[in-house]
């Protein structure tokens, strides 16, 4: 495919907001998980017996007046994070480049605003009506998020919000290509966002995916996941003829395991082909790839899988590991954090290893590795798996 350029990008998670502050807790291996302390929804109900890796000062972030109408945890975090790392002043340019309307906004997300309408079925009227600070339709809806990010920007392109589970905002950098590829855009603002609510943290219980201690990413001993909350953005651009950009999003692979709502493929075939898919697409062979951040969800079943799909394409030299220990998973809002932190090991040299991992699993291969290291790469991949075998590889490239 033709590469695009990344002018901009960045992250906001619970190791802190922007670029600076995910580097320097990835750098210190300082983990911005705590134990579960959101507010229940109900009165007198006790918070899920878990750890979650949350945003500070979310709550006290309010949205500029004229936004008030999109006002919910989950748009307060999107308009946090358009906030940082020069996204507004990148999106800018090329609005002025192209015009807005040659600007596409595809965002990704699991559950939206669905914080919002939790709040609002907890307060019923007594006509059996949501309250009316939250009676606003636009709210409650899946597209919630692309729909405001559009009104935050001012961009007038496509607006699309992908909801693949935990592959949303990888997915969205492939249809940001495909978009740009097939001429209905010149640009794109690609991103996630996904907040911690009821729906999120009991759900992941229901399906027993849930650890009560900080998440342990291909140990052993790993008994499951620790739930993030993060937003993020990177702006893509067509390059000029002969133009070479210091980043770029080079490769991109999709797949369907099509065998299970939430297990995957036993043999890793979906993660395999996606895998193989971006890496054709970047016209590259595996062992160009210098730094691979896994999916590594922490789940007996998905790391299992991913680790066997990882041996079969790798050379054991590949340095791979799960930042998830870090952040938390952040679902919808995987795909991009994990992108910016493959984008800054491109940029700084700083591959991150697996952090609260100590006794690997007997069916990791070389290519899993606790340790972090330090080497200058040219190419880091980062795979996002979903509910349904929803699974993106993407391939990004240094200059």
């Known amino acids: 495919m033709p590469p695009l350029a990344v002018r901009a990008y960045t992250a906001t998670t619970a190791l802190g907001r922007g670029l600076e502050a995910q580097a320097q807790a990835l750098r210190e291996r300082r983990s911005g998980l705590r134990r579960n302390d959101l507010a229940p929804l109900a009165p007198g109900e006790a918070p899920l017996d878990c750890w979650i890796g949350r945003v500070d000062g979310l709550e006290d972030a309010a949205l500029p007046a004229h936004l008030a109408p999109w006002e919910c945890r989950n748009n307060r975090l999107a308009w946090l994070s358009l906030q940082a790392d020069g996204i507004q002043a990148a999106i800018a340019e090329v609005a002025a480049r192209h015009g807005a309307e040659r600007v596409a906004v595809i965002i990704g997300t699991s559950t939206s605003s669905i914080g919002a309408t939790e709040e609002a079925y907890a307060d019923l009227d007594g006509d059996g009506r949501?309250?009316?600070?939250?009676?606003?339709?636009?709210?409650h809806t899946p597209h919630s998020l692309g729909a405001f990010v559009a009104a935050a920007t001012g961009l007038r392109g496509p607006c699309v919000t992908v909801a693949t589970a935990c592959s949303s905002s990888a997915?969205?950098?492939?249809?940001?290509?495909?978009?740009?590829?097939?001429?209905?855009?010149?640009?794109?603002?690609?991103?996630?966002?996904?907040?911690?609510?009821?729906?999120?943290?009991?759900?992941?219980?229901?399906?027993?995916?849930?650890s009560t201690a900080p998440c342990r990413p291909f140990d052993a001993d790993r008994d499951g996941l620790s739930l993030g909350e993060a937003g993020g953005f990177a702006v893509l651009e067509r390059l000029d003829a002969g133009e070479t950009a210091p980043l770029r999003l080079c490769g991109y692979g999709e797949s369907s395991d099509a065998h299970h709502m939430s297990s995957p493929h036993p043999q890793g075939l979906g993660a395999r082909l996606a895998m193989a898919d971006a890496l054709a697409r970047a016209g590259i062979g595996a062992d160009r790839v210098g730094y691979l951040n896994l999916h590594g969800t922490a789940t007996p079943a998905n790391d299992s899988i991913e680790a066997l799909a990882v041996a079969a394409l790798f050379p054991p030299s590949l340095h791979a590991g799960s930042t998830k220990g870090w952040t938390g998973h952040t679902l919808g809002a995987a795909g991009i954090v994990e992108s910016a932190i493959a984008l800054l090991a491109l940029e700084r040299g700083h591959l991150p290893g697996t952090l609260n991992s100590a006794t690997p699993d007997p069916g990791n291969g070389p290519q899993i590795r606790f340790d972090d290291a330090r080497t200058e790469i040219a190419y880091a991949m980062n795979n996002s798996f979903g509910f349904g075998g929803n699974n993106c590889s993407l391939v990004f490239a240094r200059a």
């Open 130 to 139: 949501f309250p009316a600070g939250l009676a606003r339709p636009g709210l």
């Open 171 to 210: 997915k969205v950098f492939a249809q940001a290509a495909r978009l740009i590829g097939a001429g209905l855009a010149d640009a794109a603002l690609v991103g996630g966002v996904d907040t911690l609510c009821g729906s999120v943290l009991f759900g992941f219980n229901s399906l027993q995916l849930v």
